[in-house]
């Protein structure tokens, strides 16, 4: 299938997340990878939404990858967390990081093979201070990689492989088939939320990969803390774009169950048939779309400031680059921080609205409360929070970081 712009690309997008939210609910009660919507996805013709033009993509700027990663939230956001997994690490790590000749071969992947890209980055037990276990080690024509790898969020889906791991002290990423001998993914993701994200174990048993394949040193610090690197604040706003899409998800159902569903309770002193005309429900639900607007457009406001700042690296002196880059992080935590608390409320008030039947498990109405919640645990908010106070009271910018 041929998408010519990003208009289409968008559309489509959105058909396909309305088709989703039909199997969402099934798929998380059965703790099941979405198979065939992910097959469909790949056929989609989207997978070099966020690639270059120069290269043959889409070449989405941050605010389009925001609209489609909340967009396709709505409809299940373990497909769109697996989605931006595979834009982030598709397109905007590998532009700015990879070698020309690496880039390349993978970009044409994507766009000629309709390749999808999954991630071993995390571990279960490593030292974080010391770095990964898991090991690139140098033979002849490229490397070997072992060690166990877990949260390989669309590694069921990947038909690439993007994996970190140590080579001597630095941090090196090498990209392989996810059919490549010695390498075993397993559909263990057991969580409470989340649940289709094939989120779990990866086994590298020196796989190997070769050379053109591998990204020797991921952290040089003149890469990484560079102020024109803006993949924290690209990464941070498109969680932030999950948590608004599964709360705008969670809105439209319980919208739905108080339509069809909730009854007019005869409180004395009330005098109404229907659900809908409830004054307190109306209240509640007024409130709860109140702040979800509010942190949708924090949301997008954020992603055009960090937009601002890509756009901005072709021209600006090092000072301004510093100061745009900084106050997009700082947008893009501030947006975070409401997100992750208004999507929390949402998610878990709409219960109130709906009733008490709506917590029977027939209607799996949690759901969106236990994604949210669980994917809000990805990287912990009092960081966050914390630097956006460094900066109102300090004026210290954050330093640039995968994080911020
Ligand atoms: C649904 C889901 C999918 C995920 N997918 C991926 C993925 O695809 N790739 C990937 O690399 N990781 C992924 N992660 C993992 C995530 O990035 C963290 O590595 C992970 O949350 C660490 O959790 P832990 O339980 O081991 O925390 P611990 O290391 O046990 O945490 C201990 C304490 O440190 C805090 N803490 C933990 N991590 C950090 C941090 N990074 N910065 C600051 N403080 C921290 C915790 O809040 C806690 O208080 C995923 C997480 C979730 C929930």
Redesign the pocket.
């Known amino acids: 299938m041929s998408i010519n712009n990003i208009d289409e690309a968008l559309q489509r997008i959105s058909e396909l997340a309305d088709k989703f939210s039909g199997t969402y609910p099934d798929r998380d009660r059965n703790n099941e990878y979405p198979r065939q919507e992910m097959d469909e996805l790949k056929q989609s013709g989207l997978l070099g939404f966020s690639i270059p033009p120069g290269y043959g993509g889409l070449g989405a700027n941050c605010t389009e990858i925001t609209e489609a990663i909340i967009t396709l939230s709505q409809g299940n956001p373990s497909i769109g967390?697996m989605f931006l997994?595979h834009c982030l690490l598709g397109a905007s790590f590998l532009d700015e990081l990879a070698p020309e000749p690496l880039k390349k071969k993978v970009f044409e992947d994507i766009l000629t093979n309709n390749v999808f890209l999954?991630?071993?980055?995390?571990?279960?037990t490593n030292d974080?201070k010391k770095g990964y276990d898991l090991s690139f080690t140098p033979v002849d024509g490229g490397y070997e990689i072992s060690g166990k790898k877990?949260?390989?969020?669309?590694?069921l889906a990947g038909d690439k492989i993007a994996v970190?791991g140590m080579l001597d002290k630095t941090m090196a990423l090498g990209i392989v088939p996810s059919d490549a001998p010695g390498l075993e993914i397993r559909d263990d993701?057991d969580?409470m939320?989340?649940r289709g994200?094939g989120?779990g174990t990866t086994i590298f048993d020196k796989v190997f990969a070769p050379s053109d394949m591998v990204m020797a040193s991921i952290t040089d610090a003149s890469r990484q803390m560079a102020v024109t690197n803006l993949l924290g604040p690209i990464t941070q706003i498109g969680f932030t774009g999950i948590f608004i899409g599964a709360a705008t998800g969670a809105m439209a159902a319980a919208t739905q169950y108080i339509r069809e569903t909730t009854r007019a309770y005869p409180w004395p002193g009330l005098d109404f048939d229907k659900a809908v005309d409830d004054p307190y429900i109306l209240v509640q639900m007024g409130d709860l779309s109140a702040r979800l607007a509010a942190a949708e457009a924090l949301t997008y406001a954020a992603a055009r400031k960090v937009d601002v700042a890509l756009e901005a690296r072709a021209t600006a002196s090092a000072d301004e680059m510093a100061q745009l880059r900084g106050e997009a992080s700082v947008a893009v935590s501030q947006a975070k921080i409401v997100a992750t608390e208004t999507g929390l409320k949402v998610c878990q008030d709409i219960l109130v609205s709906c009733g008490a039947r709506s917590a029977l498990r027939e209607q799996n109405l949690d759901r969106f409360w236990r994604d949210i919640r669980?994917?809000t645990?990805?990287?912990?908010i009092?960081?966050r929070v914390r630097s956006v106070g460094e900066y109102v009271l300090q004026g210290k910018l954050p330093t640039p970081a995968l994080?911020y």
């Open positions: 967390q997994v999954g991630n071993a980055a995390s571990e279960k974080p877990f949260f390989s969020t669309g590694s970190i993701w969580a939320g989340q994200t989120s669980t994917l645990l990805h990287d912990p009092s960081f994080r």
